[in-house]
């Protein structure tokens, strides 16, 4: 070996151009591999004589260095390639697809309920999921052993003192500590999550949600009650809506009420979902009960006001005919992906 087959080879290197990463892998094996041209003079140095060996080893590394840098360089710039040579990205292929969630029915159904009375100019409360039996019961006219706690199997967190501490069974209490905080007049709807110690089935479940509703100043009479919740029941299922009051009873309100609206499926002819009686019930109502407004320190002579409650997996229901409850709790896309598109009302 001699000078001119490092430069030559060195000409070579500073020359070389590649496309693809076939090709600068073919070319590293030209130069560097195994039998490759620089390798080889790297083998006929080993037999030169010493003047030579310094006169060339340099140049000799230089030249095996510059490969390598060369190399790489060109690897960074070509385009990746499959086995046959062709670019390996077919640019023709669909994109991967972002899965979009979707909302859930529950979430709907609240978010059309929070609409509607914000436009009957009712403000949003929220209470907390935790709470003690003075808001959940004491203050809203349950007094301690009285049979109507019955309705509402409890799950407590502590118990065996003066106020124990437990799962809100309903939103009304959200009602006491409105009302404990808030002037004169008082209208809000509150939306919020309830448990029940109840055996899970079709139609029953341990936690659900609610919106409470909440109307309190002079003069609120019954006939208030029915013209908030007859337009209500029309925006939400629509102008031809009819409802219906049968008397009831709730400890925190007097008269007290369960609403019924006409069924939006056989609209009032009677069908399987209505039972056959043309009316579905959708939640309970009343008057506050003077008790209640005494209790939160608003003077019950002067003034007075109406309260409801409604369950949202019962309102989605009817909705969307949804026939079990279980659906809302176990998350399978199958049912989820049904409301990717809901309806609006
Ligand atoms: N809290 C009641 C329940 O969970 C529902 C209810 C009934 C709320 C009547 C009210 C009302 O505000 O006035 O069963």
């Known amino acids: 070996m001699n000078r001119q087959d490092i430069d030559q080879i060195l000409a070579e290197v500073g020359a070389l151009a590649c496309k693809t990463q076939k090709e600068v892998e073919e070319a590293r094996v030209r130069l560097l591999g195994k039998k490759g041209s620089i390798t080889a003079l790297f083998e006929a ?31 960074a710039s070509a385009v990746d390639d499959g086995a046959d040579g062709a670019s390996a990205e077919d640019l023709t292929m669909p994109g991967d697809r972002n899965e979009l969630g979707s909302r859930h029915p529950v979430s709907i159904v609240r978010q059309q309920i929070v609409d509607i009375f914000r436009k009957f100019g009712y403000d949003v409360a929220e209470g907390p999921e935790i709470e003690d039996d003075y808001h959940v019961f004491e203050a809203l006219n349950f007094p301690p052993n009285h049979p109507a706690r019955d309705m509402q199997d409890t799950f407590f967190v502590s118990s065996g003192h003066i106020n124990p501490i437990l799962l809100r069974t309903h939103t009304s209490s959200v009602q006491v500590r409105t009302m404990e905080k808030s002037q004169l007049p008082i209208r809000v709807i509150c939306p919020g999550r309830v448990f029940r110690n109840e055996a899970i ?50 400890p925190f309100t ?27 019930e959708i939640l309970g109502a009343g008057m506050v009960d003077p008790n209640v407004l005494e209790a939160s320190g608003i003077d019950s002579k002067k003034y007075s006001g109406f309260a409801f409650g409604m369950g949202l997996e019962r309102i989605a229901m009817l909705k969307w005919q949804v026939n079990d409850l279980r659906h809302y709790f176990e998350n399978d896309l199958r049912f989820l992906k049904e409301f990717e598109t809901a309806p609006e009302v």
């Open 45 to 75: 140095f080993r037999t030169v004589d010493k003047d030579q060996k310094k006169e060339l080893g340099r140049p000799l590394n230089e030249l095996k260095q510059a490969a390598i840098a060369r190399i790489e360089e060109l690897k």
């Open 254 to 280: 007097e008269p007290s009420t369960e609403v019924d609206v006409s069924c939006n499926i056989c609209h009032g002819k009677g069908c399987n979902i209505c039972k056959g009686t043309g009316w579905l």
């Open 201 to 250: 089935s079709a139609r029953a479940h341990c936690i659900f949600h609610q919106v409470e509703g909440l109307y309190i100043d002079e003069n609120v009479t019954f006939a208030d009650l029915k013209q908030a919740l007859l337009l209500f029941a029309r925006e939400m299922f629509g102008p031809d809506t009819q409802i219906r009051m049968r008397p009831s009873y709730f």
